[in-house]
């Protein structure tokens, strides 16, 4: 098991235990397109909800960081 070091920030944090967890990252990257038309993002938006996130969204951002995370570990 690798350590998890403490990262200065909460998203540096939540990116590293998420790089543990290669197939909820997965899933979060297809929940959260990268590019939508009308650039809302699906999976934060409601049906009918009146907040719009424009996407690429903030968990994506968190995903593709652990992406990039799990892949660093394993070089
Ligand atoms: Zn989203």
């Not at 920030?9 to 590293?16: G, I, K, Q, R």
């Not at 996130?53 to 903030?58: E, L, T």
């Amino acid at each position: 098991m690798r350590t998890v070091q403490r990262s200065p920030d909460p998203f540096t944090s939540l990116a590293v235990a998420l790089a543990e967890w290669p197939s909820l990252v997965q899933r979060v990257l297809a929940a959260h397109p990268a590019r939508r038309s009308g650039n809302v993002c699906p999976g934060c938006s409601m049906p009918g909800g009146r907040t719009r996130i424009s996407a690429p969204c903030g968990p994506r951002n968190v995903a593709l960081l652990a992406q990039r995370i799990a892949t660093r570990g394993q070089s």
